[in-house]
C-alpha cells in the first residue's frame, strides 16, 4: 500500500465536485463492485458532490448497481477514476480521457498508464480492497452504507474465488471485517451467488462430459453458440463455468474459450502451475499470473493458444521433475 498517493487520490475526490467512475469492458464483479462501492462512499461523505458511473452491465452484474446515463457533456470539468483495468483499449466509455483529470486505481500487472495518477497495488487480489484501503485511510472522515459495503464484499468474494486465490492474506480479511461493522448483509450475497438456472445445470453436465485435454495436460472446453442455444444459457453463464475444469492433478492449467460480441473469441485462461499472463500477452490479452484473458479474434488462433499453453505445461512439468 502506499499511503502517499492514496493521500493524494483522497484530496483530489475531496475537492472535486464531479466524478465519473468508470470499469472495464465486459464488466464483473470486482470492477463493479468497486465502482457502486466508491460511489456509494463518495456520495453518503458528500451528498452534493455528482458522482456517476460509467459502466456496461449484465444479469450478473446488476446486483451491484445500475449504471448512470453518460453524455458527451458529463465530462466537461470533472475528475475520472478508471478502476480494475490495466490497459486503456479495455476502458468500457473511452470519453474518461475528456476529464479534467483522470485516476487510475487497479492490482493487475501494470501494461499502460494512462492516468494523470496511476495506483497500483498487484499484492491486493481484488480492486475492492484498494478502495477498502482508501476507505479505511481516511475513516474519520469518510462514511459508507450497507449497500456500498454490498458491493464491495461482492467484488472481492468473486475475484478472489470467495478467499482462495492467491494474494489473499491478513490485511484481505482485515478489510473485509470493516465491512460488517458498515452494515454488510453476508447472506445476501452468498444467496445470490449460489442460485443457478436449470438450465445452467444442465448444460454443466454436458460440459463436464464434453471437455478436452492437450497432450501435455492443458484442460479445455470451446463454448459453441450452437451449444449456448442448444441448453438456453447464456454466455455470460456459460463462461463463468471456467473453474470448473481446474481440479484436475495431471492439468496445471485450464482455458474456457468463447465466441462473444460481433463474433470475437475470447479465452479465459487459469492456472495453479505456470504463470500465464505473458502467454495471454501475445494472444492480445493479460491479466494476473494465475488468472488472465485473451482476445483470440478467430477459432484458428485458439488452435494456437492451445499449442503454446501445451507447450508452457510440457516445460513447466519438465521443471517440475527436476526439482
Ligand atoms: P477473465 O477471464 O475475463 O475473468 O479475465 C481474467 C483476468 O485477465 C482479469 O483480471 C482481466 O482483467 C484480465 N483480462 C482479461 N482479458 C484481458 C485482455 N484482453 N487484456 C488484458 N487483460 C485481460
Known amino acids: 500500500m502506499n499511503k502517499e498517493m492514496l ?22 464483479g470486482d470492477c463493479t463492485g468497486s465502482a457502486y462501492g466508491l460511489k456509494d462512499i463518495i456520495k453518503t461523505t458528500w451528498p452534493d458532490k455528482e458522482v456517476y458511473v460509467a ?7 446488476s446486483f451491484n448497481g445500475t449504471p ?32 479534467d483529470m483522470v485516476i487510475k486505481i487497479d492490482h493487475h500487472i501494470k501494461v499502460d498508464e494512462f492516468g494523470d495518477i496511476d ?9 475492492t ?30 475475484d478472489t474465488g470467495r478467499f482462495k486465490y492467491s494474494g489473499v492474506d491478513g490485511d484481505t480479511f482485515r478489510n473485509v ?31 463436464l462430459q464434453n471437455y478436452s485435454k492437450t497432450e501435455n495436460g492443458v484442460a479445455y472446453f470451446k463454448v459453441e453458440n450452437e451449444v449456448l442455444e442448444r441448453f438456453g444459457v447464456t454466455l455470460e453463464e456459460a463462461t463463468s463455468l471456467v473453474n470448473e475444469l481446474g481440479y484436475f492433478n495431471d492439468c496445471p492449467v485450464w482455458i474456457l474459450m468463447a465466441e462473444y460480441e460481433e463474433s470475437i473469441v475470447r479465452a479465459r485462461i487459469r492456472s495453479k502451475g505456470p504463470a500465464i499472463n505473458l502467454l495471454a500477452n501475445g494472444f492480445n490479452g493479460g491479466g494476473h499470473a494465475m488468472a488472465s484473458g485473451a482476445n483470440l479474434g478467430t477459432w484458428d488462433v485458439a488452435e494456437k493458444l492451445l499449442i503454446e499453453a501445451d507447450a508452457l505445461v510440457k516445460e513447466y512439468k519438465e521443471n517440475q521433475k527436476q526439482d
Not at 493521500?7 to 464483473?28: C, G, L, M, S, Y
Not at 459502466?55 to 452484474?61: G, H, I, M, P
Open 7 to 28: 493521500k493524494e487520490i483522497f484530496n483530489e475526490i475531496k475537492t472535486r465536485n464531479k466524478i465519473v467512475i468508470h470499469t472495464h469492458e465486459r464488466p464483473d
Open 55 to 61: 459502466a456496461e452491465t449484465s444479469d450478473f452484474v
Open 68 to 99: 448512470d446515463v453518460i453524455t458527451d457533456e458529463t465530462h466537461n470539468g470533472a475528475l475520472s477514476i478508471v478502476l480494475d483495468t490495466a490497459n486503456r483499449d479495455r476502458v468500457a466509455d473511452k470519453r474518461f480521457a475528456d476529464a
Open 119 to 127: 495506483y497500483v497495488d498487484t499484492s491486493r487480489p481484488a480492486a
Open 129 to 158: 480492497l484498494i478502495i477498502l484501503d482508501l476507505f479505511l485511510m481516511f475513516e474519520d472522515e469518510l462514511k459508507m452504507t450497507k449497500d456500498g459495503a454490498r458491493a464491495l464484499f461482492f467484488g472481492t468474494l468473486t
Open 177 to 207: 471485517a470493516k465491512l460488517y461493522d458498515y452494515g454488510l448483509v453476508a447472506s445476501e450475497v452468498y444467496a445470490y451467488l449460489d442460485t443457478r438456472t436449470e438450465e445452467l445445470t444442465r448444460f454443466k453436465g454436458y460440459f
